[in-house]
């Protein structure tokens, strides 16, 4: 490891053990060696609960407020209305994250989503109808998220020793992408069945077991004591200072923002369907489109001891962003819509393993009253990414048409990521 750009995570709250030897298809499973330390064990799996409850609520939120308005703009406007509270808190709540015991900022963040959550189904049960409620309440759960995401990934550090952090990385991806999966085709299932109150209500219950998760949790205060107690402007910018003198962090957010804002092409997914794929059916194709992604990355999860120890872990973040753009350049020219989603699940582990790395680059790189603050970065860059793609693509299909506008967004990930690998050596020689 570059010790001018990173630092081991000694402070990892279990110690290192021997590593067994494993043999034929053990090699190719998902490693579960964080799963033996009970505190990490606790928190994933009340993570198995929420991965799918949460996305009840991601789709109840929209359907409901269309159900109001009948406009799919107001769905839109939703979505940024949630954005700007997560983006701020995200921020400031990575700078919380640094100066207070992260278990005691995750037993507050969690009860106010429930409590969110509680107010969703009241608000639905009772049949008030407000787009202005739906919109308050979102902006407010996503503002607890937040502040609960730093704390979360930035714990993940205290709890497994350092050369674990991958492993424990791709369970916890594993089964949020599950949860992208299963979430949305079960509120599918469930809606037309319960309606859509008891959706939000499964996810409030479901948020109740994370509560009581984190409570058993040890404590997390800062390590350096209690001398330092403010989450400011002024910390949040001591964050942003530290990414651009630690470039081997720079480089790990610069490859997502590359990979995500040029090449991921959802956006374009309804005109594909019902252009290039409508002899499937365009339900069926637009199904298949949003699914391929996902189940890639469960697919690349669950092989993920293939990858999970690998040491060079800048390289494994190149050739991920790489492969990546290679699979949606592939994408983009296929007229067959099974080839079409054999390579958007190429994309999905790639993405997984980018996604693997990276977090195991910000947990181990990032000494551990700073992890909050770039944990706070490095969820405003996943969310936002996607975001600004939808616009890029939207506007690059309209122009081009939307084949080319994947194929040219996934080449242009493939150039400039190998260009910044080639002009900033410290994301290829970073390892541990």
Not at 236 to 244: E, K, L, Q
Request: charge should be positive; glycine fraction near 12%.
């Amino acid at each position: 490891m570059d010790t001018s750009e990173s630092s081991t995570a000694t402070d990892a709250g279990a110690p290192a053990e021997q590593e067994p030897s494993r043999g034929g298809w053990r090699r190719w499973a998902m490693d579960t060696r964080p799963l033996r330390i009970p505190a990490y064990r606790r928190l994933w799996s009340s993570t198995i609960v929420t991965a799918v409850g949460s996305q009840l609520t991601a789709v109840a939120v929209p359907k409901q407020i269309y159900d109001i308005t009948h406009s799919s703009a107001w769905v839109g406007y939703a979505s940024l209305a949630g954005l700007v509270p997560m983006v701020a808190f995200a921020l400031w709540g990575g700078a919380v994250a640094d100066t207070v015991d992260r278990r005691k900022l995750l037993l507050v963040t969690n009860t106010g989503i429930a409590v969110t959550s509680l107010l969703f189904w009241a608000q639905a049960a009772t049949g008030l109808g407000s787009v202005v409620v739906l919109m308050v309440l979102l902006a407010l759960q996503q503002a607890f998220f937040g502040l609960n995401s730093p704390a979360r990934s930035a714990s993940i550090a205290r709890l497994v020793p350092a050369e674990q952090l991958p492993a424990a990385n791709a369970l916890g991806s594993t089964v949020m992408q599950t949860g992208l999966v299963a979430g949305p085709l079960l509120a599918g299932a469930l809606i037309p069945v319960v309606g859509l109150p008891v959706l939000y209500l499964v996810d409030a219950l479901a948020l109740c077991v994370t509560v009581w998760a984190v409570f058993r949790l040890p404590a997390l205060p800062p390590l350096g004591g209690p001398a330092a107690r403010r989450a400011g402007v002024r910390e949040i910018a001591a964050g942003f200072r530290y990414i651009a003198l630690h470039k081997v962090l720079l480089l790990s957010f610069l490859a997502d923002i590359v990979a995500m804002v040029l090449g991921m092409p959802r956006a374009l997914f309804p005109q594909l369907a019902a252009q290039t794929y409508g002899s499937y059916g365009e339900g069926l194709a637009l199904g298949v489109l949003f699914a391929g992604i996902p189940v890639g990355a469960v697919l690349g999860g669950l092989f993920s001891g293939v990858f999970s120890r690998a040491r060079r872990h800048g390289w494994m973040v190149i050739g991920a962003v790489v492969g990546w753009g290679v699979a949606i350049a592939g994408f983009g020219l296929s007229g067959n819509l099974w080839v079409a989603m054999a390579f958007l699940a190429v994309a999905g582990v790639a993405d997984m393993v980018s996604m693997v790395f990276r977090g195991a680059i910000l947990l181990s790189a990032a000494t551990d009253e700073m992890r909050g603050r770039m944990q706070g970065v490095f969820t405003v860059v996943v969310a936002g990414g996607p975001r600004l793609a939808d616009v890029l693509h939207g506007t690059a299909g309209s122009a081009f048409g939307p084949r080319a506008a994947v194929a040219g967004g996934g080449v242009l990930v493939v150039v400039v990521m190998l260009a910044l690998a080639a002009a900033v050596p410290a994301l290829r020689r970073y390892r541990v």
